[in-house]
Nanobody, 116 residues
């Protein structure tokens, strides 16, 4: 079955970096649109970044443009989120998401806390 497992979250200070990873299995990864979402405390889940299949490009939320980079390794079935210059407002649970035709699924999430 479809499975997404995130890792790499943690507690960092403002200005520092983190790299999130998402290991995927159970579906045709190379054909899939892979995204990172986040849910800050007390707020709704929001889209952070998307990687489209077949090198068709990436999209970012305005709040993370220039600081975050989404990448994927189709051979390893991995998607990454490199987060630089982290701010306290980046604090959230970060979720990996897959969309392939009618199939969508979420990972369990990984906590990122940015605090001094």
């Amino acid at each position: 079955q479809v499975q997404l497992v995130e890792s790499g979250g943690g507690l960092v200070q403002p200005g520092e970096s983190l790299r999130l990873s998402c290991a995927a299995s159970g579906f045709a990864f190379s054909l899939s649109t892979m995204s990172w979402y986040r849910q800050p405390p007390g707020k709704e889940r929001e889209l952070v970044a998307t990687s489209m299949p077949s090198s068709r490009g990436t999209n970012y939320a305005d709040s993370v443009k220039g600081r975050f980079t989404i990448s994927r390794d189709d051979a390893k079935k991995m998607v990454y989120l490199q987060m630089n210059s982290l701010k306290p407002e980046d604090t959230a649970v970060y979720f990996c998401h897959v969309r392939l035709f009618a199939v969508t699924s979420w990972g369990q999430g990984t906590q990122v806390t940015v605090s001094s």
